[in-house]
């Protein structure tokens, strides 16, 4: 009887403490003395996940771990790992080989439990904590309001509050900082979720650094949602962007070749350096990166992902507030996608997705015309008297664009007013104003076009490349004379 109660003993599942003995022993050897804490948070979620896959409510899965983190934890990626072991005695040693090899973490939680079937379900959840966040309740009332306070790691600035509310409409609040600290207020009014995002920037560009899910007035989830089916591809995500932007009145993008191809190269260079970032050495910003390929564009957005598939890389930048801000921002016109297989910046494997979000520069066959037919509607709603097109000023003007954007500068040869004003008799007085831009409406802050004194105009603009100001600018040169 004896031997059968140890034998039944020796089967059992390791204790929570030997579970968490056991991680820090095997850190210890595989990471070199690396500082690595077991965190409440990470610990909780591992513990919901095995609780839940007990049950039957939760896949064998990263990503169902994944979401239970998610319910938990502030950090924005925490990797996980999951395992089923047999016997239930072993938990101890299987859970010390489902932290990343690369040792890129300082947080770890843990958690195992049986399995009905025999076995054990055992889960480790790893972190790179850097900035610290105030604790945030993940249930509250609703009505009530949270505090976002903390303190950005070393080599963080600009931190920016973004929050998705239950109806899927993205705000940007208000962030007050002072060095590394920042404070903002979310008002958590209606029910639902309300999910709240740091954001800021760091040496490759602007990275999440925080993000907590908070439930007003109703229960969080208890099961992870159906994961999303791979096999859609690329397609799959434009899909997926199309159907979301159409929820909200929104129109499709364009799916466009050259973002396409700027897109693909950014995610295997991030595949190449192992890095996960907006801005990479070797290839700049995503403006740079759309320079160096002479796509001409008036603005710019980009999105990353990195997951085991493009259709789990999407839905995790869906769920960050800033990045569906970019995903449903009104002024996007075309769309371009890559991905890339490669290593991921934890040892593991993964893909890499980029979603690049532009509007374009389309040139016109007839810029002057353009600017000049909205400086008449900027004075028509100003209530001003329409100015008066003259030939001389047109051709001076066209005459100084033309220089401008064969010089690459934006210069005003002193003397063009003078001259311009010989070659008139009935013309007094003028003022040359230069711009370079990709749209007529940006000389829509020329205080001329607001000055009743001017009777006459000029107007010269046509499309060229620049080294200086990027491919397809519009160079435009606005004499205003009386």
Request: aromatic letters at 4%; proline letters at 8%; hydrophobic letters at 40%.
């Amino acid at each position: 009887m004896l031997l059968a109660l140890l034998l039944v003993a020796a089967e059992a599942l390791p204790s929570q403490a030997r579970l968490e003995a056991g991680v820090l022993e095997a850190v210890a050897g595989s990471c070199g003395g690396r500082s690595v804490v077991i965190d409440p948070e990470l610990t909780r979620a591992c513990q919901g996940y095995v609780t839940a896959a007990e049950r039957g409510r939760a896949r064998i899965s990263g990503p169902a771990v994944a979401f239970f983190a998610s319910l938990e934890s502030a950090e924005p990626a925490p990797v996980a790992g999951v395992a089923t072991v047999d016997p239930p005695s072993n938990a101890d040693r299987a859970v010390g080989e489902l932290f990343p090899k690369s040792c890129r973490f300082n947080r770890i939680g843990v958690g195992a439990a049986a399995l009905p079937e025999g076995g054990a379900v055992v889960c480790a959840l790893t972190a790179v904590h850097g900035t610290d966040l105030e604790p945030i309740p993940g249930r509250l009332e609703e009505g009530r309001s949270v505090r976002v306070a903390g303190a950005l790691a070393p080599g963080l600035s600009s931190p920016r509050l973004f929050v998705t509310r239950p109806s899927g409409q993205v705000e940007e609040l208000k962030l007050q900082a002072a060095g590394p600290r920042f404070l903002g207020t979310v008002s958590v009014k209606g029910r639902g979720e309300h999910s709240i995002e740091v954001l800021a920037e760091g040496p490759g560009g602007p990275q999440v650094v925080a993000m907590r899910r908070v439930f007003a007035g109703v229960a969080p989830p208890s099961q992870p949602p159906p994961e999303p089916a791979q096999g859609g591809g690329l397609a799959g995500v434009e899909a997926a962007i199309a159907h979301l932007r159409a929820s909200r009145g929104l129109p499709a993008l364009q799916r466009d070749s050259g973002l396409d191809a700027a897109a693909e190269a950014h995610s295997q260079e991030m595949a190449r350096l192992r890095t996960f970032a907006h801005v990479l050495p070797s290839d700049g910003t995503p403006g740079d990166r759309l320079r160096a390929r002479g796509y001409p564009f008036r603005s710019v957005g980009e999105n990353i992902g990195l997951s085991n598939d493009v259709a789990s890389a999407h839905e995790a930048i869906v769920g960050s507030p800033a990045h569906l801000a970019n995903l449903l921002d009104p002024r996007h016109r075309r769309l371009g996608l890559g991905a890339a297989k490669g290593p991921t910046p934890d040892g593991n494997e993964g893909v890499y997705l980029t979603e690049v979000l532009a509007v374009p520069v389309v040139g016109s066959r007839d810029p002057a015309g353009d600017v000049a037919r909205f400086i008449a509607e900027k004075r028509k709603k100003l209530g001003l008297p329409a100015l008066q097109h003259d030939a001389v000023l047109e051709t001076a003007a066209a005459q100084q664009a033309r220089a401008n954007s064969t010089a690459d500068a934006l210069n005003l040869d002193r003397d063009l007013t003078v001259r311009t004003l010989e070659k008139s008799a009935d013309l007094t007085s003028a003022v040359g104003e230069v711009y370079v831009g990709s749209d007529p409406d940006e000389v829509g802050g020329s205080k001329n076009i607001a000055e009743p004194r001017w009777t006459r105009l000029g107007v010269g603009a046509l499309y060229a490349g620049s080294k200086r100001y990027g491919p397809g600018r519009l160079w435009i040169v606005l004499l205003f004379a009386r």
